[in-house]
């Protein structure tokens, strides 16, 4: 025993043992050769809790080393609980440089957005996934799920998006919309808004995605067909904005609402913070930044 | 005595951070079939295994994956307990039953049809083959296409398997079933995953 082992306990490069780095690597390199494909995998329990994005953080875990530089976003922002404390980890237990930017990251560890900035060629995007399976709540029997995929039997997703339509006039799922990936597999992008399903396919960055809860692994490699489920006469289509972000004035891309008081007052502005700000530093401004209000006026100008 | 210092010696001087290389150079080659993979020689095992090759083998192969040597290497004791004593991987008892082949001599090997192809339910419960080239340059070039590949990527691996690729566009007719193949040089690795097809130049 040292004098240093007292400081804190010690863990293995990126908390997780090699022979566990071992079996997720072998899935990973499944998934990565069967695109869409849910590949089984022994799940860890990990010092945060099912549904907090265990199974981002096992594959994270597995395929980051010292060089890599780690992003992480929860719905698009960097500074939510989730992706904080997710940062903080592999900060303390694999010492890796982290950013906030796009561009600058190597790995980007994701829950439920795609970054607005497009991705490029060596980076690898890291979805948390908390229902892996998009048969699953049109038929609950794993083995039943499982005989569908293995026959490509995807009729009851087509009734379902059918009878939405039969319903409602048109496909209302706005998130988690289910792809067939390379012409073979449906696969749930995981609960995405469809808004970011365009930016799977073809995407020059490798997309693995991690559902610990559930104990599946799956990828997208880069240059893979990823085509949303539609009808010809009802064609995919993402969400649109009738006005820019209130803060940066960007058009075309995803927003949240942000409700502003008990009045019913609300804006709309990027839910990709980091794409925000850098339109930001850049000049870009929104009718409801705080340079655009006259001082002490917090009503937007017009 | 020799024996026993070769089996013990070799192995990976950094083993998390060596094992982390060796598999993020794999994926990335599995994720963009075709992409050559420069790769420093971490392990020194003895021969006929490749100092690639069996670096791969550390960094994937534990005692949940069974492994199967082809005659060459099945011919060396020294591999054996090598990759026993860094590994603990159990040897195979049949191709079919291996979850990962290492094939020092391509060109001599059995048909890719005789490893395990994975289930129709199953496919991930496949074999991977980890196969000796002494280059990728001097051999019958192969265009490939498929996922991972923006437009089309050339290789020419040296000393491939007998009517590789008749057999390549048999595993590719198998999808989702099939083997994936690991290439691996003296230096460097490409990968072709079971979704890569070989397109042939003649019309």
Not at chain 1, 11 to 21: G, I, P, R, S, V
Not at chain 1, 179 to 204: C, L, Q
Not at chain 1, 264 to 283: I, L, N, P, Y
Not at chain 2, 130 to 145: C, K, M, N, R
Request: net charge negative; proline share 8%; glycine share 6%.
């Amino acid at each position: 025993m040292t004098a240093q082992s007292t400081d804190i306990a010690t863990y293995n490069f990126a908390y997780l043992d090699e022979q566990t780095k071992r079996m997720i690597r072998r899935a990973i390199l499944k998934g990565i050769a069967i695109p869409g494909y849910q590949v089984p995998f022994a799940s860890r329990e990990m010092p945060m809790p099912y549904g907090w994005g265990t199974g981002g953080v096992q594959v994270t875990a597995s395929i980051i080393g010292p060089d890599d530089v780690l992003k992480v976003i929860d719905q698009g922002a960097d500074d939510t609980t989730n992706a904080v404390s997710i940062r903080a980890f592999f900060r303390k237990v694999a010492n890796v440089a982290v950013t906030t930017e796009t561009a600058k990251a190597s790995i980007i560890q994701t829950r439920h957005r795609i970054p607005e900035h497009p991705l490029k060629a060596g980076q690898v995007l890291v979805y948390q996934v908390p229902i892996p399976e998009p048969l699953r709540f049109l038929e609950p029997r794993e083995t039943e799920t499982r005989k569908m995929h293995a026959l490509e039997e995807y009729g009851l997703m087509h009734v379902k998006l059918y009878e939405d339509i039969a319903r409602h006039g048109r496909i209302a799922t706005t998130y988690a919309y289910p792809v067939k990936v390379e012409g073979r597999y449906v696969m749930d992008p995981s609960p995405t808004p469809k808004f970011d399903n365009p930016k799977m396919h073809r995407s020059p960055a490798l997309q693995l995605f991690g559902a610990g809860r559930e104990k599946r692994i799956y990828a997208v490699p880069p240059f893979t067909d990823v085509v949303s489920l539609d009808f010809e006469d009802h064609p995919f289509e993402v969400q649109t904005f009738d006005q820019p972000c209130a803060l940066c004035a960007a058009e075309n891309v995803y927003l949240d609402e942000v409700i502003l008081d008990d009045h019913g007052s609300h804006m709309f502005v990027c839910s990709d913070t980091d794409h925000c700000e850098k339109r930001r530093a850049d000049g870009h401004r929104g009718h409801f930044a705080p340079e655009t209000l006259a001082p002490g006026n917090m009503e937007p100008a017009q | 005595m020799e024996m026993a210092a070769q089996s013990i010696e070799g192995g990976f001087a950094d083993p998390v951070f060596n094992a982390q290389t060796v598999f993020r150079a794999v994926m990335d080659a599995m994720a963009r079939p075709g992409s050559v993979q420069a790769l420093p020689a971490f392990a020194r095992p003895p021969v006929p295994l490749s100092a690639t090759a069996g670096a791969i083998a550390l960094s994937l192969c534990d005692n949940d994956t069974p492994l199967w040597l082809d005659l060459a290497l099945q011919a060396a004791p020294a591999v054996k307990s090598w990759l026993g004593f860094h590994t603990g991987a159990p040897l195979a008892n049949t191709p079919a039953d291996a979850h990962f082949a290492l094939i020092a001599n391509p060109a001599e090997m059995m048909a890719l049809d005789g490893f395990s192809q994975g289930t129709q339910d199953y496919p991930d419960r496949s074999t991977t083959l980890i196969l000796h080239v002494t280059d990728l340059v001097s051999g019958a070039p192969l265009l490939l296409e498929g996922p991972g590949i923006e437009t089309s990527a050339t290789i020419a691996p040296a000393q491939m398997p007998r009517h590789f690729i008749e057999q390549w566009k048999q595993n590719n007719q198998r999808f989702p079933r099939g083997v994936d193949i690991i290439l691996a040089t003296a230096d460097s690795l490409t990968c072709l995953p079971r979704t890569t097809r070989i397109k042939t130049m003649e019309a």
